[in-house]
T-cell receptor
């Protein structure tokens, strides 16, 4: 199984809502990532979890809260988002400790009204 | 810090034309190099990779060679198809003890017309 899955595929939320994005992989990868991608731009790194510990936070606003419940799952909790947070949110996983490729999920298309 | 510079485009070609998308990089160590492709409305897929100098990555008719002397990893395909229309990202990664980061170029949008 070389797949990263993400749910939901699409999400529309108001600025006062709380929602969560979910990501799962069963490749035994120990590094997992959240990226934000705006139209016509490359993915922008948000968070890195390595061995279930948060290792990189790229100065992301606190309205985004990551969680790694176990080595296969990664969540991104969303609260009080702004319309400019509308984007494609991509999850990725990686073997950790080497320089092999990251595997990306299909993404969640988020719209904040 | 590490960086990747790639031809931004957009690039528009006719079917069966030859494709080159230039990519050069700056890195402190010995990175692995990647080309990812993103089709409309989808996530990123690995197209090909090379992990050391002079390696050639290839997949689906696409090729790229890791050139350390010119710090380049140009993507080529001899005959493009309409189905190759997508955005292509060049990227590098260096080992960092478990918190490796992908550094992306800005992406090149390719449109292939029939």
């Amino acid at each position: 199984d070389t797949e990263v899955t993400q749910t939901p595929k699409h999400l529309v939320m108001g600025m006062t809502n709380k929602k969560s994005l979910k990501c799962e992989q069963h490749m035994g990868h120990r590094a997992m990532y959240w990226y934000k991608q705006k139209a016509k731009k490359p993915p922008e790194l948000m968070f890195v979890y390595s061995y279930e510990k948060l290792s990189i936070n790229e100065s992301v606003p606190s309205r985004f809260s990551p969680e790694c419940p176990n080595s296969s799952l990664l969540n991104l909790h969303l609260h009080a988002l702004q319309p400019e947070d509308s984007a494609l949110y991509l999850c990725a996983s990686h073997l950790a400790g080497g320089a092999d490729e990251q595997f990306f999920g299909p993404g969640t298309r988020l719209t904040v009204l | 810090g590490d960086s990747v510079t790639q031809m931004e485009g957009p690039v528009t070609l006719s079917e069966e034309a030859f494709l080159t998308i230039n990519c050069t990089y700056t890195a402190t160590g010995y990175p692995s190099l990647f080309w990812y492709v993103q089709y409309p409305g989808e996530g990123l897929q690995l197209l090909l990779k090379a992990t050391k100098a002079d390696d050639k990555g290839s997949n689906k008719g696409f090729e790229a060679t890791y050139r350390k002397e010119t710090t380049s990893f140009h993507l080529e395909k001899g005959s493009v198809q309409v189905s190759d229309s997508a955005v292509y990202f060049c990227a590098l990664m260096e080992p960092q003890g478990g918190s490796e980061k992908l550094v992306f170029g800005k992406g090149t949008k390719l449109t292939v017309n029939p």
